[in-house]
Every structure is written in structure tokens, then in C-alpha cells.
């Protein structure tokens, strides 16, 4: 409520001030200064983080590559690599699943386990297909 100006000057006697009511720019600057936090303008954003790739992870401490023997720092991303953690680069590149099957084809292809071109025919020699034996 009001005071009275006994109340005011008794108080500034004793070294405490009136509130004072801000000026009509202050309190302009304050309305949009809140109507700006509601926004989502008030603080900066915390930057966002980055996903690390599959099977990686951030190091904890610092260490040296079993692939290149180069050193990572603290915080540097790093992976399994044959003996231990290092470079992601430094990982041998994982085979997808039709890779695989390639290269075991391909392997299977090559030792002569398996190829119609390879297989014994069922022919009899001077016969037609249609004569040949019955299937085994």
C-alpha cells in the first residue's frame, strides 16, 4: 500500500529506499525480454549430439591405435580393432550379409565343390538325353 511521507523519509533516514516502479521502456524491454525466453530464444541451445556409429564409443582416457600405433586423445571416437580400441578407420570394413555369401560361393566355386559345368554328366556316350540313367 502507499506510505505516508513521514513513512518515506523515516526509511531513507535509515538508508532504505522506495520502490521504484520501472519506466514505461523498462517495462516494455522486460515483456519482451520474457516473451523471448518463452520462445525459446532466453538461453542458447545446448548443441545436440552427434550419434556416434555402431560399436563406437567416445575414449575415456587417452591411448595409442594397435592397428597404426598412433595416439587418441580423451573424447575422440573410437572402436574394436583386432587387439583393443582405436580409429574407426583403422577397423577392418564389416562384409554385409550378401558379401558373405559371395565370397563363400565364390570360394565353393573355385575349390570345384560345386558347379553344373563341373558336375559328371548322366549321358550315356552316343545316346539322347532322353535315354539317359535314372537318377541316383
Known sequence: M????AQKAAKAARGQQAKKRPGKAQREAIKRAQA????????????KAVPLPRGSLRAKYGGTCPACFKDYAQ?????????????PGCAPRQLSAAEREFARNK???ESGETFRGQKPSDWRLGSSPSSTRPAR
Open 107 to 109: 570360394a565353393r566355386i
Open 36 to 47: 523471448a525466453k518463452k520462445a525459446g530464444g532466453g538461453k542458447p541451445a545446448a548443441k
Open 2 to 5: 502507499g506510505q505516508t511521507p
Open 75 to 87: 573424447g575422440e571416437v573410437i572402436t574394436k580393432v583386432a587387439e583393443g580400441w582405436g580409429h
